[in-house]
């Protein structure tokens, strides 16, 4: 293929990414996923983004954890193909609208266990531990997601945080991973109430 040629489906990512970005920062790679073509992996390292056939867009943290919103019903067999073997749902029963995503998990051959969490004040230290003990040895194949990402960066920040990460790296890598609103209640659980100067999110 020509270098001066793209498909027109690599186009899509630059939607996600300025949806996804803060102002000012840098750009992460990304890739998309045409429906029906093999999984290409886009970069492995931090900040990654990936966009999924059905559009929604994960970030790989540091760790390795692909973390965002739940993916659409086509997107399981694509995260197979890309290496996840385990996912992680923050989402509550009354959240899922009738949609079944362990049974669509399944089907694709991935292992689907949730931790659920309504909303900033369904965190806790407790869900953060499970989460701790859920990723440990497993970061690499792991998707972690919520509606939108904030909560699933909350956890993950919380549970960072209980592993041993200085706190204020543990917010940032939740900040990466998509935490916003909730960032308060996490900063509340780990003894650190104020924001920056700046301000949360």
């Known amino acids: 293929m020509s270098r001066h040629r793209r498909p027109p489906w690599l186009i899509l990512p630059v939607l996600g990414i300025a949806l996804a970005g803060c ?7 990304s890739v998309a996923l045409p429906p ?7 970069g492995q390292g931090e900040g990654a983004l990936l966009t999924l056939p059905s559009g929604v867009v994960l970030m790989r943290t540091p760790d ?3 973390v965002g919103a739940q993916p659409a019903a086509e ?22 609208g009738g949609r079944d995503p362990a049974t669509e998990a399944a089907a694709a051959g991935l292992e689907h266990q949730q931790i659920p969490v309504q909303g900033a004040e369904g965190l806790d230290l407790d869900k953060a531990d499970r989460l701790r003990e859920a990723l440990r040895g497993n970061e690499q194949q792991t998707l972690l997601y919520c509606a939108s990402g904030n909560r699933a960066g909350a956890l993950l920040a919380l549970a960072l945080a209980r592993d041993g990460q200085p706190v204020e790296e543990a917010i940032a890598a939740g900040r990466q991973a998509g935490m916003r609103s909730t960032e308060p209640r996490v900063r509340e659980l780990l003894g650190v109430p104020d924001c920056p100067e700046t301000g949360c999110p």
């Open 23 to 29: 102002a000012g920062a840098p750009v992460p790679p």
């Open 75 to 96: 997107d399981w067999p694509a995260l197979a193909a890309l290496g996840v073997r385990r996912v992680i749902s923050l989402r509550t029963e009354a959240e899922l």
């Open 64 to 66: 390795g954890v692909w």
């Open 36 to 42: 029906g073509q093999p999984v290409t992996a886009p």
